[in-house]
């Protein structure tokens, strides 16, 4: 049963870099698709984007200046930096499995999702 | 981006009733359509994908309909634990996006 495990500061300041990385546990890494996500109380989910084992990423052009996807394939890992971060990106923020069955895609496994407060 | 809409926002409902939340796309999305669950406190469980497909193992009171861009998800007979936020999301292209999201109450 593939699990994912998340982490990361919990607590940014203004004009600093969130970041956050996730670990793959239980199932393959390679032939899948590792997103990060987020979402502010009360509103959607909004996707950050998202990386392949290889390191070929995919992102959300809402947020593409400051975000950038990495993957530690021989540690099953993938992780999120957001620079120069506001209030605006305080969210809880999740990593998930996207998996591609033919022409449709969704994501099948989540993580438990680290609140990440930006305040000085 | 696509927008996806869902109504209601919230639904109240009781164990063993029928309810059904509606999912609208911006444009046409195909069956590019998948829903989601999340419980309070939860990360968010993945439901159905192509607007109808539940995945092996997915209970059978779940089931979606759809196609372009009106999509429903309906359940049949409410048990305490479908008491839950319910999203859709469009697969059609990226960015991803997401409903806001149905809350249903007991």
């Known amino acids: 049963q593939v699990q994912l495990q998340q982490w990361g500061a919990g607590l940014v300041k203004p004009s600093e870099t969130l970041s956050l990385t996730c670990a793959v546990f239980g199932g393959s890494f390679s032939g899948h698709y590792w997103s990060w996500l987020r979402q502010v109380p009360g509103k959607g989910l909004e996707w950050i984007g998202e990386i392949t084992h290889s390191g070929s990423a995919t992102y959300n052009p809402s947020l593409r200046s400051r975000v950038t996807l990495s993957v530690d394939a021989s540690k099953n890992q993938f992780s999120l930096r957001v620079t120069a971060v506001t209030a605006a990106d305080t969210a809880l923020y999740s990593c998930?499995?996207?998996?591609?069955?033919?022409?449709?895609?969704?994501?099948?496994?989540w993580g438990n999702g680290t609140t990440v407060t930006v305040s000085s | 981006d696509i927008q996806m809409t869902q109504s209601p926002s919230s639904l109240s409902a009781s164990v063993g009733d029928r309810v059904t939340i509606t999912c609208r796309a911006s444009q046409s999305i195909s069956t590019y359509l998948n829903w989601y669950q999340q419980r309070p406190g939860k990360a968010p469980k993945f439901l159905i994908y192509a607007a109808s497909i539940l995945p092996r193992g997915g209970p059978s009171r779940f089931s979606g309909s759809g196609s372009g861009t009106d999509f429903t998800l309906t359940i049949t007979s409410l048990q305490p634990e479908d008491f839950a936020t319910y999203f859709c999301?469009?697969?059609?292209?990226?960015?991803?996006?997401f409903g806001q999201g149905t809350k249903l109450e007991i």
């Open positions: 998930a499995r996207g998996v591609r069955e033919g022409y449709y895609y969704y994501m099948d496994v």
């Open positions: 999301q469009q697969s059609y292209r990226t960015p991803y996006t």
